[in-house]
């Protein structure tokens, strides 16, 4: 009999379990970095300073149950607010499910391992900068893309 098909490849984001949900997270880090708006246009801006809370080697939150009263601005990730952050990296789980893309190899689900996304560049893992170790945050913007094209 052959295999049950995965849940991220039959069901939209709307028809996930709360568990189903929470597990389609690489892990990557990526959205605990800080973002600059310019407030004459909106624009927004990552840099590579992270939450304080980030753990930069596991790529984790340090306190995830209670990071909202940790840090009040902390995301927590809905369908709602997915279709309105622009800033969420191209390789977010979430965002290529709800645009219909497949996940990347390097994504646990796929490999079996939770190490695939380090070890394939693709985690914030030795990029990330605490923001308890610097002092000024406009030194620190980049793109998702590096300077090759390829996703960081
Ligand atoms: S960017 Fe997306 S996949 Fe990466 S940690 Fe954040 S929510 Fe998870
Ligand atoms: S509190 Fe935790 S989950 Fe929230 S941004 Fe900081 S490190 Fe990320």
Redesign the pocket.
């Known amino acids: 009999m052959a295999d049950k098909e995965p849940f991220w490849e039959t069901k939209s984001l709307n028809e996930m379990s709360k568990l189903e949900w929470e597990s389609?997270?690489?892990?990557?880090?990526?959205?605990?970095l800080h973002k600059l708006e310019d407030i004459d246009t909106g624009e927004i801006s990552v840099s590579n300073v992270s939450c304080a809370y980030l753990d930069e080697k596991t790529?984790k939150c340090k306190d995830y149950i209670n990071r909202q009263d940790n840090v009040p601005d902390c995301i927590e990730?809905d369908l709602k607010k997915l279709k309105k952050l622009e800033w969420?990296?191209p390789?977010?789980?979430?965002?290529l499910i709800d645009e219909g893309k497949k996940l990347y190899d390097w994504h646990y689900l796929i490999s079996g391992s939770s190490k695939s996304i380090h070890e394939h560049g693709m985690s914030v893992r030795d990029y990330a900068v605490n923001e308890n170790k610097i002092s000024d945050i406009e030194e620190y913007i980049l793109e998702w893309f590096n300077k090759n094209g390829s996703l960081f």
């Not at 389609?24 to 605990?32: A, E, T, V």
């Not at 390789?91 to 965002?95: E, K, V």
């Open positions: 389609l997270c690489d892990g990557c880090g990526k959205c605990c790529c990730l969420l990296p390789t977010c789980a979430y965002r």
